[in-house]
């Protein structure tokens, strides 16, 4: 598609997000391709057969030439896995990621991130119980918060590059807020225990 944010988005980690993004990118548009990895050898076969874009075999196939790169897997292994494909990325390429604790991802990540590839670290406020590559539909991020980290840069196209990858998200539904991470730690941490205070709160009165 000529209007499209990216030539080539690779998403790392076939699960509930990343097959949701596949899935958003063909409805809605964002890329002209899609080219996908799982650690799990099960996962990529189910993704090959469920979602569209490319499932790759190796890991560096699946980033090179990538114009924006999702980290999808489990925060723990943020760190190996840049260090896996940090080799592969090419100058100028967009590294993000959707963990929900951002100050320390993007320590992880900064730690193996080349010079000349932009780290964006990011968290969609989107999900559902389910998981796995089946779990995954276009939908998902629609009016959904997506939350940009930026490191602090005084580089041009690294604003650009964070420009981008609004649009990119804008263009699956999401309506982008970017913030420090630290201020995004502390946001989700209040906001993820808010019902727990309410509930003990009302629990509290009853008595």
């Known amino acids: ?17 990343g097959a949701s993004i596949a899935h958003a990118v063909k409805a809605y548009g964002g890329a002209n391709t899609v080219a996908m990895w ?19 075999t190796d890991l560096s196939s699946a980033v090179a030439d990538a114009d924006c ?3 999808c897997t489990p925060g723990g292994v943020l760190r190996e896995v840049t260090e896996q494909i940090s080799p ?29 590839v932009h780290l964006i670290p990011g968290h969609p406020i989107a999900g559902t119980e389910k998981s796995g590559p089946e779990s995954g539909f276009a939908s998902l991020f629609q009016e959904a918060w997506h939350i940009l980290t930026p490191v602090t840069s005084n580089d041009p196209t690294y ?36 019902p727990h205070l309410i509930a003990y709160n009302i629990v509290s009165t009853a008595y």
């Open 1 to 17: 598609m000529s209007d499209a944010v990216f030539d080539k988005v690779a998403i790392i980690g076939i699960g509930l997000l």
């Open 38 to 56: 799982d650690v799990s050898s099960d996962v990529r076969e189910q993704a090959d057969t469920l979602l569209p874009g490319r499932v790759e």
């Open 69 to 71: 790169v999702i980290l």
């Open 88 to 116: 592969s990325l090419k100058p100028g390429a967009i590294l993000t990621d959707v963990g929900s604790v951002k100050s320390k991802a993007a320590s992880d990540m900064a730690t193996f991130c080349p010079d000349g």
């Open 159 to 194: 604003h650009d590059a964070v420009d981008r990858l609004v649009q990119f998200w804008t263009r699956l539904g999401a309506q982008v807020e970017t913030m420090d991470p630290l201020r995004h730690d502390r946001v989700l941490a209040i906001t993820s225990h808010l």
